[in-house]
């Protein structure tokens, strides 16, 4: 066997293997701009909008409906339409809600808008590794779709940076800066530069060679397999390919039922509890509110933006240390890692918040001592999710799954990840109101705790085998 992988390795194209690799990962680039723009602009939509509590959660939670109908159409209509032309049509999503986000002159409008981009959000999330593992080969296969939460990181990241200094541009997201337009209409206008480079790009890399087989289409697949993997290895490829493949019917949604059994395959519920844990442990309440979370405990708004930038900068350094080792360590290793320091971190930091008291205004006061260690174990607990669950649940999705039910299984587990990610987004306002910070941090603390043990008994290594190996 080890022969055999130098064999690939020594004809491999590398180079072309990691450029339109790359490509994809401009989906999680946008994926992470998209989802982290929000943060800085939560003020300037209450005051514009005249929102109240309710009303501003719904907007910034209305982007993930569309990620839910996004993960889930796009996985299906990835095995019709195939990867790439998924992904062009995603692009056009993204260039539509960057422009109608910022130019929104209502609640409704902006609604809608941000609907549109929650379906690009959506599709990108799943495809973007789903195509990644399908062109890459296994023994780098985690580190490249790791590269895809590092995009979407660094997405974050440039989302925060860019709120930060356009805020500060124009002293404060609802002032005036250019054009005679508000700064938080500008932050959303940023995302239009990703976006058309992402739609060029797309149009230069080629299909997944696995999809063109699943369409019979051997030629174009060999000819793809060919650029890949080198001509001495295509065909070797194409016949591992066609052999995991059910050749009687193309692939549907009924494929994620045992028909002997008449239940849903036992993956496809793993792939659902991945999904699940990945948001019920709360890091899209740091991501959407974080600005809001550090102001309530007495940061101001400049400094609240600051640590976001902290934040993001800690995430892409857990995420290098991913990227390096995964392929060596492998997935369920860090996940437990990952579920455990997250544990830890939480309880510590619902701890920190239930230390304080509210003022007159309602905002929650700590010593100068808590404070601190709120915001330490709130970034240990950032660290811990981008070293671990962040990339590697997406890894997995992306491969766990036999090729005949990928695209269907992507499309179920998608839902999930986003449904759970708009409830969690959509209830923390009320938490906020009703228990509390240190409550609402508890709730995530305790999925932390159970996802250790979903980890441990449920998930299976997938660590350097093909995809043509992954079993139902």
């Not at 990691?18 to 701009?33: H, K, P, Q, Y």
């Not at 495809?127 to 890459?136: K, L, R």
């Not at 938490?431 to 449920?458: E, K, N, Q």
């Amino acid at each position: 066997m080890s022969n055999n992988n130098n064999s690939e390795a020594n004809h491999e194209n590398l180079s072309f293997i990691i450029l339109i690799s790359i490509v994809a990962t401009i989906g999680g680039f946008l994926f992470g701009f998209d989802s982290g723009v929000i943060n800085g602009t939560v003020e300037g939509l209450s005051s514009t909008f005249k929102s109240n509590d309710v009303a501003t959660g719904f907007q910034v939670a209305s982007m993930l409906l569309g990620c839910a109908f996004g993960a889930f159409f796009a996985g299906r209509l990835s095995d019709s339409l195939g990867r790439k032309n998924v992904l062009l049509i995603t692009a056009v999503f993204f260039i539509i809600s960057a422009w109608g986000s910022g130019a929104a002159d209502t609640s409704m409008a902006f609604v809608i808008a941000r609907i549109l981009g929650g379906v690009a959000v959506g599709a990108a999330s799943v495809m973007a590794p789903a195509y990644i593992a399908e062109v890459a080969p296994a023994r780098i296969r985690g580190a490249l779709a790791t590269a895809q939460q590092v995009a979407i990181i660094l997405g974050l990241f440039s989302a925060f940076v860019s709120n930060y200094f356009i805020a500060d541009a124009a002293n404060g997201s609802t002032q005036i800066l250019w054009a005679n337009e508000a700064a938080w209409r500008w932050m959303f206008w940023m995302e239009l530069l990703p976006a058309v480079l992402f739609f060029v790009a797309l149009l230069f890399i080629p299909e997944s060679p696995r999809f063109l087989v699943i369409k019979d289409r051997p030629i174009q697949a060999t000819v793809v397999l060919s650029r890949l993997y080198g001509d001495s290895n295509a065909l070797f490829k194409l016949r591992e390919i066609q052999a995991s493949i059910d050749q009687d019917h193309q692939p549907k949604l009924s494929d994620l039922i045992d028909k002997s059994v008449k239940r849903v395959k036992p993956i496809v519920w793993v792939g659902i509890g991945l999904a699940s844990f990945q948001q019920l442990v709360g890091i899209n309440v740091v991501f959407y509110y974080g600005a809001v979370l550090w102001q309530a405990v007495g940061f101001t708004e400049a400094d609240a933006l600051l640590i976001n930038i902290l934040s993001a900068g800690l995430s892409i350094a857990a995420c290098l240390i991913t990227i390096f080792l995964i392929d060596k360590v492998g997935r369920k290793p860090f996940l437990l890692i990952g579920s455990i320091g997250m544990t830890i971190a939480l309880f510590v930091m619902v701890i920190a918040l239930g230390s304080g008291n509210l003022d007159d205004n309602n905002k929650l006061m700590l010593t100068d001592a808590m404070g601190a260690t709120a915001l330490i174990s709130a970034n240990v607990y950032v660290f811990f999710f981008n070293m671990s669950w962040g990339p590697v649940m997406w890894v997995l999705l992306g491969e766990m799954f036999p090729n005949q039910i990928r695209g269907s299984g992507l499309a179920v587990s998608g839902l999930f990840q986003w449904g759970t990610n708009f409830l969690i987004t959509m209830t923390f306002p009320l938490l906020l109101l009703s228990i509390g910070l240190a409550g609402a941090y508890s709730i995530y603390a305790g999925f932390a705790l159970l996802s250790i043990v979903f980890v441990y008994y449920f998930v299976r290594e997938t660590k350097g085998k093909e995809l043509e190996e992954m079993q139902n």
